[in-house]
């Protein structure tokens, strides 16, 4: 086996378990962010350059940050809830793992074994990816599309404000007036919005 | 003699490597070429401060450094020195190991797009199939140590630069990449030294074949250095390290040698995105003239890449920072559709190139800059009208 691929997949892993076990979320958060950027390392080391770049691309550049900022914006406090080692969850947890053990085992016990063929893997350019794209692929590509924008749609009409009562709101909080609404602040208001 | 003045660094290398045995050779030829891209922008990064502030006290009607050294010129010594011995101090909140490894996560990926870019003929340290697409994927992790900087010092000054970095770089990253796309869709690749090629050569014989003198080159390129501008963090986008309303940032609890490593990340981010622009925009290292061409391809390189420098040092002597709502609202009203606009233009002025009727060529450019200008005009007023209401305070006054 390969050095550097040892290295990256202790590293990958490492980070992986440390993701899981840490206790501080932004901890966890960064290690992640490592084994994205190993699972990216991989990739390239297996001469997948395209998607190891897009790998860290994605989700070193776009998913850690997205991360990152929900952990920022909606933690207070860190948890210091102690965690019992036997409750429902873990019982649970542990029959999912057994179920999906067993069935993933009967299902390569019944499997012939072929011998390994040598096959050349393929050099494939960006430039070939960006062509199957746009000809073989081009139905997944625009349903693809279609359904992001949908997202951001949505994300912008949760993110939109409420038109009228909102506003006067905002800008009392602009004034540094308290939030509640007496006749008096709503006249202000008015006024500072004309 | 022109010819080996210009492989001359490619023959150095060549020569020095030849000393080893066959088995080392091509991990010596990596790490030279990596020692010489530290170096070089190293060397790089003292002459530009030092420019930088001769640059700045000129604007400003002022001297800058004189005292250290002939004119001055021995400053960024100095300052080197000064930071070296500085004590190094760690807040005692703070997260000890996060604050010690943002630098560190922060000069790895501007040093890894450093070794992108092409120098000169035959002169990229790492010539990959899709070299721009790796330069943004290291580029995005910048965005990571910025957090971690300003997460791990447990201030809030800190956390509230960090926030501010983070929004500015995803923002305004959409347009910087969006602006590449039409460099891409006309030289057909995503590698650097083809992109370069695709440049080569000369219109009527004397005119460059650089991207920056076609409509979409120019929208391109001026949309690519507004949008660098902000990713680099400088004036008139510093709102991260407002040093009049957050002190300075993710960079407040940062002090001696982490501080000048982050400064010189900084630097370092900005030569290679400036250097991404002279290869994309300016032709890359090719002469403007074809008389020209006996100076060595590196020196144009070098050359371009001064020239964008001393544009940014200009800029930022000149212009005040942004508000907040003015920076988002200008990358996502502005920025945002004019880079999408200009890949539209694009594809026009690739599809009109078969047009063969008299005037044809000055049609085109006039339908190209027609479609970019009409969007700016109406665009440029829709951000004017936008402003907030004049704001009341009640108890203020």
Redesign the interface.
């Known amino acids: 086996m390969d050095l550097a691929f040892i290295i990256i997949a202790v590293l990958t892993l490492a980070s992986a378990v440390a993701a899981m076990s840490l206790r501080n979320l ?2 966890c958060a ?1 290690c992640m ?1 490592m084994t994205f950027a190993g699972i ?1 390392l991989t990739f390239l080391q297996l001469n997948a ?2 998607v190891g ?2 790998q ?2 994605v989700y ?3 998913v ?2 997205l991360i ?2 929900a952990i ?1 914006l909606t933690r207070s406090e860190d948890a210091k809830k102690e965690v019992r080692f036997v409750s429902s969850s873990t019982v649970v947890g542990f029959g999912v793992v057994a179920l999906v053990a067993v069935s993933l085992l009967a299902a390569i016990q019944h499997t012939q074994i072929l011998p390994p063929q040598s096959v050349v893997a393929p050099h494939v ?3 070939r990816i960006g062509e199957q794209l746009m000809t073989n692929y081009v139905l997944p590509l625009e349903v693809i599309g279609l359904l992001l924008t949908a997202a951001m749609i949505g994300a912008v009409v949760i993110a939109m404000r409420e038109p009228d009562p909102a506003d006067s709101v905002d800008v009392q909080q ?4 308290p939030l509640k609404l007496d006749p008096d602040s709503k006249k ?1 208001a008015v ?3 004309e | 003699m022109t010819g080996q003045l210009d492989q001359l660094f490619v023959s150095l290398k060549q020569w020095l490597v030849s000393f080893l045995p066959q088995a080392a050779q091509p991990m010596a030829g990596i790490l030279l070429s990596i020692s010489a891209i530290i170096g070089a922008f190293a060397t790089m990064f003292a002459i530009t401060t030092i420019m930088e502030r001769k640059i700045l006290g000129r604007i400003q009607n002022r001297l800058g450094p004189n005292r250290v050294g002939p004119f001055g010129l021995l400053q960024p010594a100095a300052d080197g020195i000064k930071m070296l011995t500085k004590e190094d101090i760690v807040p005692f909140a703070a997260d000890k190991l ?1 604050h010690f490894l943002a630098p560190v996560v922060l000069i790895i990926p501007v040093a890894l797009a450093l070794a992108m870019i092409p120098y000169g003929r035959n002169m990229t340290a790492v010539d ?3 070299g721009i ?2 330069f ?6 910048t ?2 140590s910025v ?2 900087a300003g ?1 791990s010092s447990q201030n809030k000054y800190s ?1 509230v630069g960090a ?1 501010r970095a ?1 929004a500015q770089m ?1 923002s305004y ?1 959409m347009p910087l990449v969006l602006s590449t796309v039409s460099v891409l869709m006309m030289a ?3 590698s650097l030294p083809l992109i370069v090629q695709a440049q080569s050569g000369y219109i009527y014989e004397i005119l460059p074949r650089w991207n920056v003198f076609t409509p979409w080159g120019l929208a391109g390129f001026v949309l690519f250095m507004i949008a660098a501008t902000a990713e680099s963090n400088r004036a008139p986008f510093d709102l991260p390290e407002a040093e009049s309303e957050i002190i300075a940032g993710y960079l407040t609890e940062y002090s001696g040698f982490k501080y000048a490593l982050f400064f010189m990340a900084e630097y370092w981010g900005l030569f290679a995105v400036s250097g991404l622009a002279v290869t994309l925009f300016l032709g890359g290292w090719n002469a403007p003239f074809p008389f020209l061409q006996w100076v060595p391809s590196w020196a144009w390189f070098f050359a371009k890449l001064g020239t964008i420098i001393f544009g940014f040092i200009w800029v930022r002597g000149t212009l005040p920072r942004l508000r907040l709502d003015q920076l988002m609202n200008f990358a996502w009203k502005f920025l945002l559709p004019m880079s999408l606009i200009n890949i539209v233009v694009t594809a026009m002025w690739h599809f009109s190139r078969v047009f063969q009727f008299v005037g044809a060529r000055e049609m085109r450019w006039v339908l190209c800059a027609l479609v970019l200008a009409i969007p700016y005009f109406f665009l440029g007023r829709a951000l004017g009208e936008g402003r907030p ?1 004049k ?6 006054e």
């Not at chain 1, 602009?174 to 007036?177: F, I, K, P, Q, Y």
């Not at chain 2, 943004?136 to 992790?141: P, T």
């Open positions: 932004v901890h960064l962010v990216a350059e395209f770049l897009a860290l691309l070193v550049g776009a850690a940050i990152v900022f920022l350019s960006v430039k602009r004034n540094g007036s202000t006024v500072a919005n | 996060v990959l199939d899709a697409l790796f943004f994927a290291v580029g995005s992790a965005e990571l957090f971690m997460w956390l926030m983070i995803i990253e057909g690749t995503l209401a704001r009341n305070y009640k108890f203020a």
